[in-house]
């Protein structure tokens, strides 16, 4: 695994319209130094650790924007995720060699409890 990895997070929170909407606006950051990772082991499916001489993983990070918003009962979650991968600065990122995570992915999810 690597020697050196990390989360981290910041952002914003707020509320308007009387209390009705609060809402949380977040930068959340994965990052990891170079390291050798587990690879596929063909025969059974699973990861397993690398040969001594296998390539190395390079150092990367993954990006994901947050958007939370909570109006009365109701959850909407909108994440734009690894939004850095494939330009310049993230031309791709792996942690598992030859299995990159996807590049630039939007999610949208609402929790709302109908029986309360």
Do not use: C, K
Not at 35 to 58: K, M, T, V, W, Y
Not at 89 to 105: A, C, F, M, S, W
């Amino acid at each position: 695994m690597p020697d050196l990895f990390g989360r981290a997070a910041i952002g914003i929170r707020g509320r308007m319209f009387q209390d009705d909407l609060d809402g949380d606006l977040s930068i959340r950051a994965r990052l990891w130094t170079e390291h050798r990772g587990l690879r596929l082991h063909p025969q059974s499916g699973l990861l397993a650790l690398p040969e001594i001489d296998s390539r190395p993983i390079e150092q990367s990070m993954i990006l994901d924007l947050v958007g939370i918003a909570h109006i009365r009962g109701a959850t909407l979650t909108v994440s734009l995720e690894n939004f850095l991968s494939g330009t310049v600065i993230t031309p791709g990122n792996q942690l598992v060699p030859d299995y990159p995570y996807p590049e630039r992915r939007l999610r949208f999810s609402v929790f709302w409890p109908i029986f309360d």
